[in-house]
């Protein structure tokens, strides 16, 4: 801890350690325990509530109005049976013709001789004559509702005019006539029906005026019938309210004539829905109408509450929601939220503090251990640095001081003082070396400003070559240089890429055995140019290879006793990085290593 609180970072990584986790939890807890939550949750149900309400209310008025505008009334008895509209027999209403009984007696006659000899002569093919007995008899008001339908058909294909005219006047005659238990206007409605059809006039109004007046004493057996041959006349007719209305009222007719009809809004047969109008009648109201009225219910809903959407319940639904039940269409509408609620958001944004409180909390102590892991190893990064530029230091520092000492006092023989003083100098050189070495390596880790400029390759490794040799002709080391005379420029501070090359050479003069030869190749491959200096060393373990580039770092293989401070491949790497390339060690076949110093070529040169 006295690391953590000795260091502005560590205080820093201490502080949001416990603050961030802290706010987190702390947001976490305001909204899982502050109310927030059920507070949104509440007033979403009261929203939803209020949505479903609209709903049903609009639902029930439409429906309600449905039911008092309906075409089709239904009667209930006594008992709560249907007794009307629809009849339940056929019943054939013929006019008694006027006159005495002489001249009744001729004129049926004479009906059924001329309708008798029509209907012959067109079952032999013989359409003008059989119109000639048609209009004979249509003439003296003898033809029945049968023959005028059969007097109209074969007349509309030359004049249809005439035909029109033809059952107008039958309409007149037999105007509450009953024709094979259909009213008879009804059938000359559809006739005309067909012609408009087939001369491509669609007038469907008139048909539908005949359906309301004439559907009530049809039977309600016979309105599917009647429908298929209105639908089949008039195709746009299919899905019209008015007929679909029909076709219910008729079938829920047929299912209550023998038992009560139920006294609330409930389903009924083909998809309608029974609304009690009154005490005494009974509307069907068709599926197609139905639709129209949840759906004007649902938008209404969303007007009212527009986050909510209604709809029916399903599987998937959460029991919690709000409901209600719709008895007319026996379903269940169920409040959805429009888009995702606060609730759930909240819900998630909780569930998000409390993961993020854990996860900083874990990392902020991840955090804080490396940190001061990485402080424990600077701390001894400190101490290694002192003890090696202290054991670098004193040695030559002491023999500086031995030989001044000596020189001093006059007890080194006149003739051996030359030899002092050049040991003297010697020393104090590699003295200044190793400070040199020192600043070089601080200045690249601060990141100082580098003498750029350009410098061909060939000069560059010269110049390496050249301060390393002192150190190869100590151990006897020759050196095999191999570099093609055409290298590129490179774009860098000269001094200390030199100082590079010479450390790789002292270090490979430092642990190659005496006497081997260390060889150096020089290359450019792309835009890189690649200088190698390979030893008969020890070589470096592949667990090391990237660690010995490390500040104060020496390889376990180094023989014991080898001199040095563990910062001349430290100053390679920096040196590297600072100009844009970068220093590997591999295995060199044989035995011993080969480190590669990689930098890139000058803006604008092309590498030969």
């Known amino acids: 801890m006295f690391l953590m609180h000795g260091s502005t970072r560590h205080a820093w990584a201490f502080a949001l350690t416990l603050a961030l986790p802290a706010t987190f939890a702390a947001v976490w807890a305001w909204l899982e325990h502050g109310g927030s939550i059920d507070g949104a949750l509440a007033s979403e149900r009261t929203h939803a509530e209020q949505a479903l309400a ?11 109005q449905a039911a008092a505008h309906a075409s089709f009334g239904l009667q209930l008895g006594t008992d709560g049976h249907v007794v009307a509209p629809f009849q339940d027999a056929v019943e054939n209403v013929v006019e008694e013709p006027t006159g005495n009984l002489a001249k009744q007696v001729n004129i049926a006659e004479q009906v059924n001789i001329a309708e008798q000899a029509a209907h012959a002569r067109l079952a032999a093919g013989d359409r003008a004559g059989a119109l000639q007995f048609f209009a004979h008899a249509a003439a003296d008001h003898a033809l029945t509702p049968e023959g005028y339908l059969a007097y109209a058909a074969p007349l509309a294909r030359s004049d249809e005019q005439a035909a029109r005219a033809v059952l107008a006047q039958a309409r007149q005659q037999y105007a509450e006539t009953m024709c094979d238990g ?13 012609w408009n059809r087939q001369a491509g ?22 309105i599917p019938a009647l429908l298929f041959a209105i639908t089949s006349a008039a195709p746009t007719l299919r899905d019209d309210p008015h007929l679909l209305e029909l076709r219910a009222a008729a079938a829920t007719a047929l299912q209550f004539r023998d038992r009560r009809a139920p006294t609330s809004p409930s389903p009924g ?17 068709p599926a197609v109408v139905l639709a129209q009225l949840r759906r004007d219910a649902f938008a209404a809903a969303a007007q009212r509450e527009a986050t909510f959407t209604i709809g029916p319940a399903s599987g998937s639904a959460p029991t919690s929601s709000p409901s209600c ?14 888009t995702t609620p606060t609730s759930t958001l909240l819900s998630y944004t909780a569930r998000t503090c409390l993961v993020l409180a854990i996860t900083t909390l874990v990392l902020g102590n991840l955090l804080l251990w490396r940190l001061t892991r990485r402080e424990h190893a600077v701390a001894r990064l400190r101490a290694d640095f002192v003890d090696i530029v202290s054991h670098e230091l004193r040695t030559p520092l002491t023999a500086l001081s031995l030989k001044a000492e000596m020189l001093a006092h006059g007890d080194v023989p006149a003739a051996r003082t030359p030899h002092y003083l050049q040991a003297l100098h010697g020393d104090v050189r590699r003295l200044a070396d190793q400070v040199e070495r020192i600043l070089d390596f601080g200045r690249l880790e601060k990141g100082a400003a580098l003498r750029r400029q350009a410098i061909p390759a060939r000069e560059l490794l010269a110049k390496g070559l050249w301060a390393g040799r002192t150190a190869l002709r100590l151990v006897h080391q020759k050196v095999e240089v191999e570099a093609p005379r055409s290298l590129p420029n490179l774009e860098g501070d000269v001094e200390v890429l030199s100082r590079a090359l010479r450390n790789l050479l002292e270090n490979a003069a430092k642990y190659a055995p005496a006497g081997s030869s260390v060889a150096v190749r020089a290359f450019a491959e792309g835009q890189t140019l690649h200088v190698e200096i390979a030893d008969r060393g020890p070589g470096v373990p592949v667990a090391e290879r990237r660690a010995v580039f490390q500040p104060f770092v ?5 023989p014991s006793g080898t001199p040095g401070s563990g910062l001349g491949l430290a100053l390679v790497a920096a040196a590297a990085k600072a100009h844009g390339g970068s220093v590997q060690v591999r295995e060199r076949e044989g035995g011993g290593s080969i480190f590669t110093l990689r930098l890139p070529i000058a803006t604008g040169e092309v590498a030969s």
């Open 325 to 338: 039940t719709i008895l007319a269409l026996a379903e269940t509408w169920i409040a959805f939220p429009a």
């Open 201 to 222: 006039r669609l007038a469907d109004d008139h048909l539908l005026a005949e359906v309301q007046q004439s559907a009530p004493r049809v039977p309600a057996a016979a």
């Open 554 to 558: 020496r390889s376990t293989t180094a």
């Open 269 to 285: 047969p083909l998809g309608c829905a029974l609304v009690q109008r009154d005490e005494h009648s009974l509307a069907a109201i």
């Open 182 to 194: 259909l009213p008879f206007a009804l059938l000359c409605a559809l006739q005309e029906t067909t």
């Open 54 to 64: 609209v709903a049903e209310q609009t639902f029930t008025a439409g429906l309600s």
